[in-house]
């Protein structure tokens, strides 16, 4: 869900916000018009962007016991789609974070004279959301390599994988939907690192393996102009108990003995 406040409403939308925040009994419009001296040429504009605020928020229209008026009161706020759009007070918090330094490449602000952009660690067009723990400060070339390496990835296939919090789901799910194909190696780190960055995401592999998980994973090798590269083949599929970080440890620890 968005925060209503990173929702622009324009300067008279947010304005009356405002006063109906302070009068939680309600207002009419004239009332909200009088208190912020709108004249009445501009009544139609004026209320048109009152009902904009409807968007983002509850507002009720009651009728006023003591004179009879229509009057709005504000609720609570409405569930928004996540629009992608970062708000400047998010934008500024997920800035500030990074101390002026790029969360990619670590170049400075300062020494390299490099700008930052808030940016989407999960792309929305791949269900990450517009929050504090998705977005990360890189700059600008950064972002512009961030974009054309994401773009060699389906969307489609993201959207299926990224929601997992295991990295184990990912893998696995992500070689399901390459099925019987080889998926390269490189393919399968990102996966891996989507969500939690520097995993040993090769022993996360291995661990599908176990008996208490029993996926097949098949591996090969290939030579192309970059020069040998792995890939990993998924044999079979069985759905991953719900507590299967737990049985790999389990199984581990059985191991050692």
Partial sequence: MSDPDSIS??????????????????????????????????????????????????????????????????????????????????????????HGRCQMCGRTVAGDGVKLQADHKVPQSWGGPTTME????ICEACNRGKRNYFSSFSADEMKQVVHFESVHERIANFLRLHMPEPVPAWAIEFVANVRDQQLDWRKRLRELRYAPIGLEIEVSKKRDDKGVQSFYTLKNWRDLPPDHVRLIKDFERRKDR
């Fill in 134 to 137: 998705n977005l990360w400060a």
């Fill in 9 to 98: 409403l324009g300067h008279v939308a947010s304005a009356a916000l405002e006063l109906l925040r302070k009068h939680p009994e309600g207002l009419s419009m004239a009332e909200m018009r009088d208190m912020l001296d709108m004249g009445a040429d501009s009544q139609e504009h004026f209320n048109r962007r009152v009902r904009d605020i409807r968007k983002v928020y509850e507002m009720p229209l009651r009728r006023r016991e003591s004179d009879g008026a229509s009057i709005y009161v504000l609720g609570n706020p409405k569930p928004q789609a996540d629009s992608g759009q970062v708000s400047e007070r998010l934008r500024a918090a997920v800035i500030h974070l990074a």
